[in-house]
């Protein structure tokens, strides 16, 4: 499978990967064996490009992909921003967590904080390096007004960390892991990132990103890993946008580039994964398959021939912004 360089660290990801959420039981209920055969048939298929963070399952999609992993030629982020305290939640559904591990996630975006989750990361994965640190969810988004004292502590402390440990070469490339473009914008005033894993942002939904962030990222020389390509599910005909239920708008705006997909026979999942590697800004599409028939599944979206015309059409009926790169 083709892969594509993160900024220039020379880190090359997949461009089809594997976002590791589900794999902790976020919103589905996954053994670890079943988490572990989604793993391996992903690598049967030949991803190499894996994401995980100590959010999902609070823990347990780092101890199934370290698990599965080990002694393979892959390349693996995860991500900073959390502690994992003992003690379990008492609500983990509240989460959107399916039997997680017994941890309490807190929220640590200092210096110390990004070094001991680092720690951390390394002990559950039980693997001798992390390829690519993403700080994890902060911003308005996650934090509403919270988000001032916590991006005040990744600029004072929590940047030279993650920095320290590129530059020591613990790690190849950092970046964030995050839901929204302006947080990304912010970050780039305070340090030098090599990517940015931006989820639901640019997709065949939306391409917000075209506004700004694209282009300040051109010019940084930072790349873009499109997490969440089905925007939590609606462009594979779920209900769930954003990660809650979708708007009467967004359901309309499928249902208008579904029609268009049929009328072409293209399968709008395909249309989805496809789209975002389109633009050479875009290293990586990551979806989060929930079993080892939707990686099957997947593979084969990504596969599809889809044609020119279908793309023109979407910019004609002003279903994709006239700035987006389209697929040849």
């Not at 360089?5 to 990801?13: A, D, F, H, L, W």
């Not at 989820?199 to 990222?217: H, I, K, M, N, V």
């Not at 026979?265 to 989060?288: C, D, E, M, R, W």
Request: with cysteine; hydrophobic share 40%.
């Amino acid at each position: 499978m083709e892969s594509r360089e993160i900024g220039n660290t020379g880190v090359k990801v997949s461009v089809l990967g594997l976002g590791g959420a589900p794999l902790g039981g976020n919103f589905v209920d996954l053994d670890d064996a079943q988490a572990a055969n989604v793993v391996s048939e992903a690598l049967r298929l030949g991803l190499t490009y894996f994401d995980t963070a100590p959010w999902y399952g609070f823990g347990r999609s780092e101890r199934t992909l370290g698990n599965t992993l080990r002694g393979k030629n892959v390349t693996l982020s995860t991500k900073v921003g959390r502690i994992l305290k003992p003690g379990a939640v008492p609500k983990p559904e509240n989460y959107g967590m399916v039997k997680p591990l017994p941890f309490n996630p807190i929220y640590d975006y200092s210096y110390d904080g990004i070094m001991r989750a680092y720690e951390d990361s390394l002990q559950r994965l039980g693997l001798e390096r992390i390829d690519i640190l993403l700080v994890h969810d902060i911003g308005t988004f996650q934090h509403g007004e919270k988000n001032e004292h916590h991006f005040n502590e990744l600029k004072l402390t929590g940047y030279r960390a993650v920095n320290e440990l590129r530059v020591n070469g613990d790690i190849k490339a950092i970046g964030l892991g995050v839901n929204e473009n302006k947080i990304c914008l912010d970050a780039l005033d305070i340090g030098d990132w090599d990517v940015f894993l931006l989820a639901g942002r640019y997709t065949l939904l939306e391409q917000t990103s075209l506004d700004e962030l694209f282009p300040a990222c051109k010019n940084r020389n930072t790349s873009i890993i499109c997490a969440g390509p089905f925007n939590s599910g609606v462009l594979v005909g779920r209900e769930m946008w954003n990660y809650a239920d979708a708007p009467k708008n967004v359901i309309e705006k499928v249902n208008a580039l579904k029609l268009i997909a049929d009328q072409y026979g293209v399968s709008l999942p395909a249309a989805a994964l496809q789209f975002p590697l389109a633009n050479p800004i875009v290293s990586s599409v990551i979806p989060g398959p929930r079993s080892i028939q939707e990686v099957i599944e997947i593979e084969k979206w990504f596969s599809e021939i889809i044609p020119t015309e279908f793309w023109v059409d979407l910019k004609s009926k002003g279903l994709l912004d006239v700035r987006a790169q389209i697929p040849y």
